[in-house]
């Protein structure tokens, strides 16, 4: 299944992400990020599904909350997408 990952430098903001997604109307699930993504030892990440990405993003900058990396995860295998 088809979805990105936004990373978060913790876990607090991480979960201020998912708030703001939550108010904007946006299914979200934090989880620890996996480890070939990043060099950040308690780095989290939030998933969501394909469509959301655009909403996302735009709640996600009127709360001024700016993500560390965005990755799509499409057949078994994470890629890098710029916001």
């Known amino acids: 299944m088809e979805h990105y990952i ?3 430098r913790s ?3 991480a979960q201020r992400m998912q708030k703001a997604l939550t ?10 990020a996996p480890r070939d993504l990043t ?3 308690c780095a989290y ?3 969501l599904a394909v469509t959301d990405l655009p909403a996302a993003l735009t709640a996600l900058h009127q ?13 078994g295998l994470y890629q890098e997408v710029s916001p």
């Open 11 to 13: 876990v607090t903001y």
């Open 6 to 8: 936004i990373l978060a």
């Open 63 to 75: 709360e001024s909350l700016d993500p560390v990396q965005i990755f799509l995860y499409q057949r």
């Open 39 to 41: 060099d950040l030892g």
């Open 23 to 32: 108010r904007a109307g946006i299914r979200c699930q934090i989880y620890r």
């Open 45 to 47: 990440a939030v998933r």
